[in-house]
């Protein structure tokens, strides 16, 4: 069992951190203080190529394996998770579904653009009534002689104001309930595409997280992506591989808020005492936590690089790199005590980004279901 990283994944991690260190940590917190989405530097990790990394070449991808992008997400959320959230869902979900499951036409049209960063993807599934049960959603795609015709509205879109190319779910054949459900393309510009309220959150303030509407949407039949009623199964497969990175998007935050820690700590070691004593305690389980954690996205990573069934593997490595960033982001600001609620404090805002890791792709409580599904029908991958 080999548990070293490759050469050119610790590559990947120097650009990832030399990056964070120099064009993120220095403005993260005034972006969050702002809610500004950074397209500065959104467009300097495109020029970097990390925004395409994990497609394929023949696209314009850097043809990167699922731990390399694990890591570039892991990266980037460690100095900023409202950025992290932007490539992880960019890459993870959008561009990867088009990737999976699009004709060859939709492949050539969007992938070497979403590749190269110059649009960004959205991705469209959850409703203001469906979130959990995504089989439930209302919008709808109609066909006709022209094509199709779409409406409805999506709700807590990551890039909803801010994307070029949106990734919708609809229902084809509500009669048959989550069997029923398509996936489209729908370019921004569209008549019909617009955006409703930009939605105001606890935490990942600088993510442009918005209502996406779709009012008599109109789209040429090739925009369907894959097969007719085929959309639920294709956003289970991109979940999946969505999960492996938002595990990775957590075990950053953690990262970030156990290094704070670590400096914390340091200094209050100039005068030692049983406070010092506790808190060395608190860093030692803070530790273990984020590496338990991470073990279990790497070996999520590895059955998926590998082509193994890894659906199991990747809720489990996101149900515990989530609760373990939440743990370690509210023992770093418990450890300064007051210094620790104060805003522009890192600690502070890592507290506040971690809470997503436990609702988004998939709340806790589902993440749990899909373990006992696979638990139940013996289909738990074990060492
Ligand atoms: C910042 C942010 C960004 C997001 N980005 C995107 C995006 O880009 N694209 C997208 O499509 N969605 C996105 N989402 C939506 C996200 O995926 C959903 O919020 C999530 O799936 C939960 O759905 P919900 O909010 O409707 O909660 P609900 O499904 O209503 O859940 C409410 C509570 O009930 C529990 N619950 C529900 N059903 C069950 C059950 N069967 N068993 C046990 N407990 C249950 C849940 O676990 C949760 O605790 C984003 C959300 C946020 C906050």
């Known amino acids: 069992m080999d548990f070293a990283l490759t050469d050119e994944h610790r590559r990947i991690q120097e650009t990832v951190r030399d990056f964070g260190e120099r064009e993120v940590k220095p403005h993260a917190a005034a972006w969050d203080r702002d809610e500004a989405f950074p397209h500065g530097v959104v467009a300097q990790l495109a020029a970097l190529g990390l925004l395409g990394l994990g497609l394929p070449r023949d696209v314009g991808g850097g043809g990167a394996d699922a731990l390399a992008c694990a890591l570039v997400i892991e990266g980037v959320a460690r100095y900023d998770a409202s950025l992290g959230l932007t490539v992880a869902s960019?890459?993870?979900l959008a561009s990867g579904h088009i990737d999976l499951f699009a004709s060859e036409m939709?492949?050539?049209?969007y992938l070497p653009r979403l590749a190269r960063g110059e649009w960004l993807g959205a991705w469209c599934l959850t409703e203001a009534g469906s979130g959990s049960d995504a089989g439930g959603l209302r919008t709808r795609a109609v066909?006709?002689?022209?094509g199709w015709l779409l409406n409805g509205s999506k709700m807590f879109i990551t890039q909803g104001t801010v994307g070029h190319v949106y990734v919708v779910l609809a229902s084809t054949a509500p009669d048959l309930g989550h069997r029923g459900i398509s996936a489209f393309v729908v370019e921004k510009g569209t008549p019909g595409l617009g955006t409703g309220r930009k939605i105001e959150k606890l935490g990942l303030r600088s993510s442009d997280t918005a209502e996406v509407v779709l009012d008599n949407v109109r789209l040429a039949p090739g925009q369907l992506i894959g097969e007719e009623n085929r959309g639920y199964k294709q956003a289970l497969r991109v979940l999946d591989g969505g999960r492996v990175g938002i595990a990775a998007w957590c075990h950053g935050i953690?990262?970030?808020?156990?290094e704070e820690s670590i400096a914390y700590v340091r200094e209050r070691r100039r005068v030692p005492g049983p406070a010092v004593r506790a808190m060395e305690s608190t860093l030692a389980e803070m530790a273990m936590r984020l590496e338990a954690g991470r073990v279990l996205l790497c070996r999520a990573a590895y059955l998926k690089d590998t082509?193994?069934?890894?659906?199991s593997a990747a809720a489990m490595a996101k149900l515990v790199c989530s609760e373990a960033a939440m743990w370690v982001t509210t023992r770093a600001l418990q450890l300064q005590g007051g210094a620790g609620l104060v805003r522009d404090q890192p600690v502070e805002r890592y507290l506040r980004d971690a809470k997503l890791g436990e609702i988004g792709e998939g709340t806790s409580e589902m993440q749990r279901r899909v373990i006992a599904r696979a638990l139940l029908t013996g289909a738990l991958p074990s060492l």
Do not use: E, M
């Open 90 to 92: 960019h890459a993870g």
């Open 106 to 109: 939709l492949r050539r049209r």
């Open 307 to 311: 082509g193994r069934p890894f659906r």
């Open 254 to 258: 953690g990262r970030g808020a156990l």
């Open 143 to 146: 066909r006709d002689a022209d």
